[in-house]
């Protein structure tokens, strides 16, 4: 659907006419644009029943469908403008496409594929569903959710240049993954929680104290000063302890030893 004004009331109207054709859905995620911050949206989604979520800010990925999708519209119309086609064409065949092994926009949304000016075969009526559960089935083994940190907790943050900075968590945000934290500026920001680590620990106490000497070695070298040169006592050096470092999931990092060959 094409916007002319990005208005909250150009939006309700295009988003009702899509719930009337395929159905009100139960939850909306969207940016954080003005248009759906607005009173009146949040009453539209109140009277038609379904929850609207809100992505994290300076993280596209967590609505990388949707970012995704506009990309790839843009794309056609601009490529049809320049070769004069006709962009419903283009539209329709894009819905038709199946994307990477799974099953094409139109066979996902209608269980069916479209029926264009391009002849179809058999075989690209085939259901792949098995291939999408082989593909979230090898994701899922690298792919962990990241433990919640506490109310109160000191971390660290990433900024959009990469840097680190300390900051406490304040409380979890509304939108899942989400939380709400303060930095040493006394700024609130709300973050994804893939941009939170928590703080390293910091390294042990290590004893600096002299071992004591016993009364009888000194008397001991007391009386034997007339007689034989003052006994030496070597005094151990302190060990310093390595500071231990611990990733994101709390696994303790070990240097890696090297062979003196």
Known sequence: MLLALQKYTAVIHKMKAAFARHGIPK?????????YSSHKFRQFAEQWDFQHTTSSPHYPQSNGLAEKTVQAAKRILTKAREDRKDPYLSLLEYRNTPVDGLKSPAQILMSRRLRSILPTTTSQLRPQVECQRHQKHHYDKSARPLPAPHTGSSIRF????????????????????????????SQTLRHNRRHLRSALDSPPEVDTQQPEISKDTEDLGNANTGTQQPRHISVSKPCHAEPNYHTRYGRTIKPRQVLDL
């Open 158 to 185: 990433q900024q959009e240049d990469g840097r680190w900075q300390p900051a406490t968590i304040i409380q979890p945000a509304e939108t899942p993954r989400s939380y709400h934290i303060k930095t040493n500026n």
């Open 27 to 35: 939850k909306v995620v969207r940016d954080n644009g003005t248009c």
